[in-house]
């Protein structure tokens, strides 16, 4: 059954330093994607960055990286030099059916992100 | 700005009520989704639809009901209105899929309702 865990209800870190968001997952299909999403206090979903099931690099996007170990089932979200902009809550979301137009995409429950000066 | 409208952006309503709220995806997405968020808890997906036809479905209940129309445009009822129906609701919609497409979600800012 498709799930997506997160263990880390909450966590402060100081400014500038790295911090890495868990997230493990469970699917038995082949094909599937892992995203994350930033939601800042005022409600927005951003987009952050994507991993498909079949890239052999993790991927990369800014300040953002993918930690993709396949075989453990994890998805971590490393965030380098933290800023005060990044307190907000961070989803793992994961799609399964990755060329199907019938597919549902699950969020994780969440990890608060706050970011000491 | 996403390209994903949804209106209304809050709504107040009592128990007992029925309620619509309205999404518009982006242009030429034909994936449209629904997300219920209680406060302070994750996103439960409640129902997915692409072209007009369903097609996944979440633990929606069965006083809720969606559908999508030719334009694309979807909608979610919600009947029988309870205060634990009090949540914001997203709409996202995706491009149409296939190698290469992410099938990234592009999110509306939410309808905010509050049952009384």
């Known amino acids: 059954a498709q799930k997506i865990t997160q263990t880390q209800p909450g966590m402060f870190v100081q400014e500038k330093e790295a911090v890495t968001l868990d997230c493990t997952y469970d699917t038995s299909d082949p094909s599937y994607g892992l995203f994350w999403y930033k939601q800042p206090s005022s409600g927005e979903m951003i987009f952050l960055i994507y991993q498909g099931s079949y890239d052999q690099q993790n991927a990369t996007e800014g300040r953002y990286s993918l930690n993709f170990q396949k075989a453990r089932k994890s998805a971590n979200l490393v965030i380098s030099a933290s800023q005060l902009g990044d307190s907000a809550m961070y989803f793992c979301a994961m799609r399964e059916g990755v060329y199907s137009s019938a597919s549902k995409i699950i969020f994780g429950s969440g990890t608060r992100l706050s970011i000491r000066p | 700005d996403s390209g994903v409208t949804q209106t209304p952006k809050h709504l107040i309503t009592a128990t007992g009520q029925r309620v619509t709220l309205r999404c518009s995806p982006r242009?030429?997405?034909?994936?449209v989704y629904w997300y219920q968020q209680s406060l302070d808890q994750g996103l439960q997906f409640l129902i997915q639809?692409?072209?007009?036809?369903?097609?996944a479905k979440g633990n929606i209940l069965e006083r809720f009901s969606a559908q999508q129309f030719p334009d694309l445009h979807s909608e979610l009822n919600l009947s029988s209105l309870e205060l634990g129906d009090s949540a914001l609701y997203f709409c996202a919609s995706s491009a149409p899929g296939g190698r290469g497409d992410t099938g990234e979600l592009f999110f509306g800012e939410g309808s905010r309702l509050t049952v009384l």
């Open positions: 242009s030429g997405d034909l994936s």
């Open positions: 639809y692409y072209n007009g036809e369903e097609r």
